[in-house]
């Protein structure tokens, strides 16, 4: 599956953005798919994730209560509303497939065009 993230850019502290990420392929549906972002110079990091049917919603500890996860697998794709957002959650932005591996989420598929998100304080 080829994956394309859209809808970061610039905001001030406690404003907020709807990420959107559309993929390609005919398997999305079968997916659990998880949100990723990498700040400068950090390690990429789970953000959220989302089960096949958008049943079942994950999240990191950091954006609990703030950001919302959804799919739409009718479209491919999967969203991520960010609200009340901190410097903190200044980066770029990933989708991919995720499957849990020793009590982690993590990331299976390529990684495709992130977007950057860039909160001012």
């Known amino acids: 599956v080829q994956l394309q993230a859209s809808g970061g850019g610039l905001v001030q502290a406690g404003g907020s953005l709807r990420l959107s990420c559309t993929a390609s392929?005919?398997?999305?549906?079968?997916?659990?798919m998880g949100w990723f972002r990498q700040a400068p110079g950090k390690e990429r990091e789970f953000v959220a994730g989302?089960?096949?049917?958008?049943?079942?919603?994950y999240y990191a500890d950091s954006v609990k209560g703030r950001f919302t996860i959804s799919r739409d697998n009718s479209k491919k794709t999967v969203k991520l509303q960010m609200n009340s957002l901190k410097p903190e959650d200044t980066g770029v932005y990933y989708c991919?497939?995720?499957?849990?591996?020793?009590?982690?989420?993590?990331?299976?598929?390529?990684w495709g065009q992130g977007t950057l998100v860039t909160v001012s304080s």
């Open positions: 991919n497939p995720i499957k849990m591996v020793d009590s982690t989420w993590t990331p299976f598929g390529n």
């Open positions: 392929g005919r398997t999305f549906s079968s997916y659990v």
């Open positions: 989302i089960s096949t049917i958008g049943s079942i919603t």
